[in-house]
């Protein structure tokens, strides 16, 4: 079975933190124009799923691993291409920029935290491989953020949200 990893990247902007997505561009063979964490599969000279995504991070936006503090390692997802996907939680430190890989990112978005708290995901059940799936869909200022990254972020949201009751 292939494996990814992503990092669900988090960021401080005037005192509020902020998710790091990106916008695929429609030049990548999975997931074109779909809105998600810098991330990718795993590459025979990765030496783990933490260094996969410190280093599709670094191809895809331009952000060092000096810039990226790995918080820790949260739930592995099955995505519909049959990757196991690992999410890794990241806290990028001031002073980071950008540098987008054209053929794979056409754009950033910096969403806030506060919107995943306040905002319900719309949800779908979809029947995939004879088994019903539910799909999120949070809707951004006219993006939609669905699927895996969807997912992982409304249970990140969850797990925040019971650690801090």
């Given at each position: 079975m292939a494996e990814a990893a992503v990092l669900m990247?988090?960021?401080q902007r005037d005192g509020e933190p902020?998710?790091?997505?990106?916008?695929?561009?429609?030049?990548v063979a999975t997931h074109k124009g779909q809105i998600s964490?810098?991330?990718?599969?795993?590459e025979d000279t990765d030496s783990s799923l933490r260094e996969t995504a410190l280093r599709e991070m670094e191809e895809e936006v331009g952000i060092p691993?000096?810039?990226?503090e790995v918080l820790g390692r949260f739930n592995q997802y099955m995505a519909v291409t049959n990757y196991r996907v690992t999410p890794f939680v990241a806290f990028l430190r001031e002073g980071f920029s950008v540098s987008l890989n054209p053929r794979e990112v056409k754009r950033i978005l910096e969403v806030p935290l506060?919107?995943?708290y306040q905002a319900k995901p719309t949800e779908e059940i979809h029947h995939r491989f004879g088994r019903a799936v539910t799909l999120y869909f949070y809707n951004y200022e006219g993006d939609v953020i669905w699927g895996l990254t969807a997912a992982m972020i409304k249970d990140l949201i969850e797990f925040l949200e019971e650690d801090l009751c």
């Open positions: 990247t988090i960021f902020y998710f790091l997505l990106t916008q695929r561009t429609q030049e964490f810098p991330g990718g599969l795993r691993v000096d810039f990226v506060r919107f995943f």
